[in-house]
């Protein structure tokens, strides 16, 4: 038997257990020997920082929730579904489908290493999950400012600073915070 190619594909899988679902999926790729079949499997996050009760903290958020991507030889060279792989996805807990259905369809590489390449710019980076407008009113809960009201001048969402313009001593300051020590006020 020649090498089949291995192509990517996008598993629909049950929303919220993605981990488990990639989990299942590399168990069972061991105790199954589906190593010339399954290659790599992807799933894409990003680590962000928000504020629940005064308190700043990481979460992990998927950046493609209830989907995981994954590198499969599906087909044989006519085209035809491998009746051992599909058995495979199909058996596996926590796996919906593929996208296409029946006759899942493959994901372009270049699309496959965007979305890889998007994960390495923001693994070192994290994101804050609120975003401001300029012109927004918004008040300072934490640090030297706390307590004032201010109007947002500039924001940099790579950094997660915003220049917000306070009033101090009856006269228009700018101060820079980060996202997490304001938040919007009416």
Do not use: C
């Not at 001048?153 to 228009?172: A, C, H, M, N, Y």
């Amino acid at each position: 038997m020649t090498e089949l190619k291995k192509e990517w594909f996008v598993l629909h899988v049950l929303s919220g257990q993605e981990h488990k679902a990639r989990e299942n999926l590399e168990k069972r790729i061991q105790r199954e020997e589906m190593q010339e079949y399954i290659g790599e499997i992807l799933l894409p996050e990003e680590r962000v920082t928000e504020v629940k009760s005064g308190k700043k903290k990481t979460i992990v958020r998927k950046l493609y929730p209830g989907y995981i991507f994954l590198e499969a030889v599906i087909y044989d060279e006519e085209r035809r579904l491998l009746e051992k792989t599909w058995a495979f996805f199909k058996s596996t807990p926590g796996i919906i489908g593929f996208i296409g259905g029946d006759r899942p369809v493959p994901v372009p590489l270049s699309e496959v290493e965007s979305i890889q390449n998007q994960m390495e710019e923001k693994r070192d980076r994290v994101k804050p999950r609120v975003s401001f407008d300029p012109g927004e009113n918004v008040k300072i809960t934490d640090g030297p400012f706390v307590g004032l009201l201010g109007i947002v001048e500039e924001v940099d969402p790579d950094k997660g600073k915003l220049k917000v313009s306070v009033t101090i001593f009856g006269r228009t300051t700018p101060v820079e915070l980060e996202y997490w020590q304001v938040e919007r006020s009416e």
